[in-house]
Each structure stands twice: as structure tokens, then as C-alpha cells.
């Protein structure tokens, strides 16, 4: 009984500032009670290895790497004027406030030359061909298989000038990202590097005794059949306080709308729509 | 020969615009891995078979002509100047387990005009590439270079005059319907080829139907057009040919009746391009269709070198027969009845 109680402590100590949903005694319980008793400490367990990055600690992240990598560029001639910041998809994305967020705690703001969406093509081509050379950041939360942010970033950089060099600054990424971003040449300043080995549920992870592990798993697959382990099966265990990435395991987060299982981590997008 | 507006020969630009290379007197040799591809996915751009060909080459003897590369500021590892194929080939190397260097000679990185140029160099090797980003850098060259004539960009672009030409046409449009073609999502980006092809369209609107610019603006039967193709309307950008076809095609007569359709093909959103105009274009091509089959025929038959056949009376008949079929249809075209619908016999 204690075990649990202090796993429940922990996890509600830990996990406290998520947006999507509160975690509270309340959340921790009706997620744990559609288990049975005798899965309950494992899935505590579980929960309790889920690398949550406070708001505080993304805002301190990504001013910390900026810093760093905005020291390295002038020392090689790249000036901040030179430097154009990048947002990889829509406003209101992850991405979209990462950057104001770093916009806002770094005071970049009309320090930088500018500050783009990747969809605004013509915007960075007319920013990097004024400029002649420089470098690119492209800002994001979390990077998972890279897939997403390669599609985005494949079709600006047709539009961006060859003597630009570019960066991504990232709060985390996953280690299958960085050979897509090494073959494009993009040099990611990470604040946190999620190993597979990290991530308890992934195949190739070690973390968990394997009896163990395929009795999660085995839980998983009653929330969803098909990909529980979240997309490409990354089953990634960072969490960000805005929001879980779509890699983060099932077994977290819950079916879509929440039904039937709740999660105790749900992304905004499996919460129930607010009427 | 062409001058820019500073009065300089543009053929022969200012040193520091057409020596994009200048050596940094280094030889390396690099791994794969410490070069990078162009940003404009060159990946895309080679055909496999010579670029086989290319690995097999390397395969047995490695790199023999070292490629040419920069190091852009800030950044670790080296751009591709030349030698995009050798890279490509040493990557797939590489991925199949053989050890590969590449000899390459460091240059200082380009300025902006030869970066510029160099994307042009990268665009024309692409197979299907976008015409998009490429007239927005021709825009840019044309501007820093305070040129605009089609055969000096030619030279300093390697890219054909018809291209630029299409590209201009591609940058008189107005920044919000250019913006239509950068859209990253392909199944809303609207074709950089329906500006092409809807350009002539627009003109013959502006020519012949200044009521319509007057009542819509040129803009606005733009958007007109761009709102059909969203509805599908316009189910190939190619179908615009056949409005100015239909047009050009016809006499006096027709056009008035092709200018006419196109007015109501502006104004109904629901009228489709081959609907509207196939019947004054099948006319004409039944017309062009008839006159190269008669001319066919008689060299076929002059081929046959008919006038020494001995057995006379079978052929002589089968002449007789074209001759009265050729009679009755002039007859009837003559009597301005409706031709050659029914003369299957």
C-alpha cells in the first residue's frame, strides 16, 4: 500500500503544470482504477519514468542552447542580424510557441533579422537572399522521427539561398531524428536527447524486466490494437507541459475523446471537445 | 548585346558576379558524411541508369575528379559546389558498407548572386521541377543585376529563354495568387502552370472583353478562374489552350461566339473548359483531320504507281466510287449542309 501511495506522490509532484489536463489524486485514480489491482504498481512505475519538461525547464532549455549556439555563430562570423528563426508549422502549433516563448525570454525580439513560418516561403527567401549568407534556427518543442519537421523544412528549403547554414533548437529530440537532420546537414543543439533506452515500452528498450514489459504492453493493446506504442511506434516517455508529443504511448494517454479508457496524460487532441 | 542601366556590357557582369568559385587552395579528403547535399533536393534530380553506371565507376577506382566544395559560416560540415552525382554515388557506397572518401577542392562559399545562380544550375537539372521558386530567384537575379533581358539571363542562368519567358509570366501575376503556388500542401496548392496557361486567357479577356476587365478587373477573372479549378472545372490547366484554339481558329463569326462562351464561362462557375469549348475546337479539327486524310490518300495512291497496272477495271471502279463520294460531300459542304456527319457508306 505504501509503494503505491508514495508512486502516487511522486507522480503527482512531478507531473503538476500540465495544461491538457490537470494531474491530480482524482486523474491518477480513475486511470489507475479501470486496471486490474494487481497491473496498478506497474503502470505507477511507468508513469513515475515519464520525463516531464516543466514550462520553466523548456523556457530553460531553449534559452540556454540559443545562447550557446548564438555565441558560437558570431565567434564564426554570424552576427544576430543574420540569424533567422523559424517556425515549423502553423501558429498556434508547439512550434509556433516555442518560438515566441525563446522570442520572449532571450529578448530576440528586433535583434534577430527575422522571424518566419517555414510555410512562408517567399518571406524566407527574400530574408536569406537580402542577407547573401547566415543561418537558419529552426525552433521546436520535440522532434520525434524528425518526419514531420523534414516535410516542412524540405519544401522551404528550395527557397532558402545554399550559403545559409541551419540549426535546430529543440527542448528534446528522439535519437531516430538525427540521422535525417545529419543527412540534411542540420546541426541540432538539443536540450534533451530521449534515447530508446529511455523509453520503458519501445521494442529495443532494456528499462523494464520483460515480463513486466509485456504485461504493459499487453495493456496497451486493450486501449488500442494497432499502434499503442504512439506514432511509429517511438513509444516516446517525454512529456512537455503544453501538451504530449503523438508518440507517447496509448497506455499514457488514453483513447481519443477519452473513451473508453482514460488516460492521465492526454494530448489536447484526445481530450473530449468543450462545449 | 544587352547593358544593364549603369551602362556595363552584362554579357561580361562585374568579376565578382560570374567567378561564383574562388579556390581556398585546399584538397581534402572528406567521408560522405562530412559533406552535405544541396539544399534543393538533389535527390530528386539524377536518372538512375547513369548514375549506376557512375557508382560502379567509383566502386572499382573510387573518385578520380575531385568535387568541389565550401564550408558556409557556422557551419560543420561542406556544401556541394560541383559534384552532387559523386556525392550521391559515394552515399549509396557508404550505405552498402564500402569505406568511400571523396577528393575535393575547398573554395570560398559563393557570393549571393553566384549561390543564386548556382540554385538555377540545381533547378535545371531537376526533372519535374517547380517553376515556382525558380522565378523567384530569377526575380531576385534580375534585380540585383538590373537586367531583364531574356538572352543575358539565359547565359548567366543556363536556363532555356522560354523558361524565363515563363517565369516572367509567372511573376506578373500579383503576390496573392503567386502565393497560391507556394503553398506546402500539394493538394491545395494551386499549379505553377495555371498561371502559364491562363496568362494568354487573361490577355484575350483584356483584349476583347474590356466590359468584363472594366465590370471584374483582371484580378478578379483571375480569381474567377482559380475558384473553377478549385471546383474542378477546369479538370487539366492545359484545357485553357482550347479557349484560345477555339478563338484563334475561328472567323469573325465563330469568334464572336467563342468570346461570347468565354464571358459566360467567366461568369458560371459550374461551366467546365472542354464543355464550353470542345465543339468549336472539334470543327476545326475534323476540318484539319479531313484535309490531311484526302491529302494521305492521294499520295498513298501515287505511291501505288497505279497508271502501269495491266488489270485496270477492278481499280478504274474503286476510283469511281471515291470520285462520286468526294462529289456528293462537296456537294453538300457547297450547299453549306452540315458536312460528313453521315457519310460512312
Known amino acids: 500500500m505504501l509503494p503505491q501511495f508514495l508512486g502516487r506522490a511522486r507522480a503527482l509532484l512531478r507531473l503538476r503544470g500540465y495544461k491538457p489536463q490537470p494531474v491530480t489524486p482524482k486523474s491518477i485514480s480513475n486511470w489507475l482504477n479501470q486496471f486490474d489491482r494487481t497491473d496498478r504498481r506497474l503502470l505507477l512505475d511507468l508513469l513515475n519514468r515519464v520525463i516531464y519538461i516543466s514550462e520553466k525547464e523548456t523556457r530553460d532549455l531553449l534559452v540556454q542552447r540559443n545562447r550557446s549556439l548564438i555565441t558560437e555563430l558570431t565567434r564564426q562570423g554570424i552576427p544576430l542580424k543574420k540569424i533567422i528563426y523559424v517556425q515549423i508549422d502553423d501558429a498556434g502549433s508547439s512550434s509556433a510557441a516555442m518560438l515566441n516563448m525563446l522570442k520572449e525570454a532571450a529578448l530576440l525580439e528586433r535583434r534577430a533579422y527575422a522571424f518566419l513560418d517555414s510555410k512562408d ?8 537572399t537580402k542577407l547573401g549568407d547566415g543561418a537558419i534556427i529552426y525552433v521546436d518543442d520535440f522532434i520525434g522521427t524528425a518526419d514531420q519537421f523534414c516535410r516542412s523544412r524540405d519544401f522551404a528549403a528550395e527557397y532558402i539561398l545554399e550559403t545559409f547554414s541551419e540549426f535546430l533548437l529543440a527542448a528534446s529530440v528522439c535519437e531516430e531524428a538525427l540521422y535525417a537532420l545529419g543527412k540534411r546537414g542540420i546541426q541540432a543543439r538539443i536540450g534533451r536527447l530521449h534515447s530508446i533506452n529511455e523509453r520503458a ?17 499487453e495493456l496497451g493493446r486493450q486501449i488500442s490494437r494497432r499502434g499503442s506504442l504512439g506514432y511509429k511506434d517511438l513509444a516516446s516517455m517525454v512529456v512537455f507541459y503544453r501538451n504530449a508529443p503523438n508518440s507517447t504511448p496509448w497506455l499514457l494517454r488514453g483513447n481519443v475523446f477519452q473513451k473508453p479508457y482514460v488516460g492521465v496524460l492526454p494530448r489536447t487532441t484526445d481530450l473530449p471537445p468543450r462545449l | 548585346m544587352a547593358h544593364s542601366k549603369s551602362g556595363s556590357v552584362l554579357l561580361e557582369p562585374p568579376n565578382d558576379v560570374h567567378s561564383p568559385v574562388v579556390p581556398g587552395g585546399e584538397l581534402l579528403k572528406l567521408r560522405p558524411s562530412e559533406i552535405i547535399p544541396s539544399k534543393n533536393n538533389p535527390r530528386h534530380l539524377f536518372d538512375r541508369e547513369p548514375l549506376d553506371a557512375l557508382k560502379k565507376s567509383i566502386r572499382q577506382h573510387g ?13 560543420r560540415a561542406y556544401s556541394i559546389l560541383d559534384g552532387q552525382r559523386r556525392h550521391a554515388c559515394c552515399v549509396e557506397l557508404q550505405d552498402e558498407g564500402l569505406e568511400v572518401t571523396i577528393p575535393a577542392n575547398v573554395v570560398e562559399p559563393p557570393t549571393k548572386i553566384a549561390a543564386l545562380l548556382y540554385m538555377f544550375s540545381i533547378h535545371n537539372f531537376r526533372e519535374q521541377w517547380e517553376l515556382m521558386p525558380t522565378a523567384l530567384a530569377l526575380n531576385t537575379v534580375m534585380t540585383e543585376l538590373e537586367e531583364n533581358d531574356n538572352k543575358v539571363i539565359s547565359k548567366l542562368t ?6 524565363i519567358q515563363r517565369c516572367k509570366i509567372l511573376l506578373t501575376f500579383p503576390e496573392r495568387f503567386q502565393q497560391l503556388s507556394l503553398d506546402p500542401n500539394p493538394k491545395t496548392r494551386i499549379p505553377s502552370n495555371f498561371w502559364i496557361e491562363a496568362y494568354p486567357v487573361l490577355n484575350l479577356c483584356e483584349d476583347k472583353m474590356k466590359d468584363l476587365v472594366q465590370d471584374l478587373g483582371r484580378d478578379g477573372i483571375t480569381e474567377r478562374l482559380v475558384e473553377k479549378y478549385r471546383a474542378k472545372k477546369i479538370k487539366s490547366v492545359l484545357h485553357f489552350r482550347r479557349i484560345m484554339e477555339a478563338y484563334e481558329v475561328g472567323d469573325d463569326g465563330v469568334k464572336a461566339a467563342v468570346l461570347e462562351r468565354l464571358r459566360q464561362y467567366i461568369q458560371d462557375a459550374q461551366l467546365e473548359t472542354r464543355n464550353a469549348f470542345d465543339e468549336f475546337v472539334m470543327d476545326n479539327r475534323r476540318i484539319v483531320g479531313a484535309i490531311n486524310t484526302c491529302d494521305e490518300f492521294i499520295r498513298s495512291i501515287q505511291r501505288l504507281k497505279i497508271d502501269y497496272a495491266l488489270e485496270r477495271r477492278e481499280v478504274k471502279s474503286a476510283l469511281e466510287k471515291v470520285r462520286d463520294f468526294a462529289q456528293s460531300l462537296i456537294n453538300k459542304l457547297e450547299g453549306g449542309d452540315p458536312p460528313a456527319e453521315n457519310v460512312e457508306e
Open chain 1, 121 to 128: 516561403v517567399r518571406g524566407l527567401h527574400e530574408a536569406t
Open chain 2, 63 to 75: 573518385v578520380l575528379v575531385p568535387i568541389t566544395v565550401y564550408q558556409p559560416k557556422g557551419q
Open chain 1, 201 to 217: 515500452l519501445h521494442e529495443s528498450s532494456s528499462l523494464l524486466d520483460f515480463g513486466n514489459k509485456e504485461r504493459l504492453l
Open chain 2, 158 to 163: 543556363g536556363l532555356s529563354e522560354p523558361q
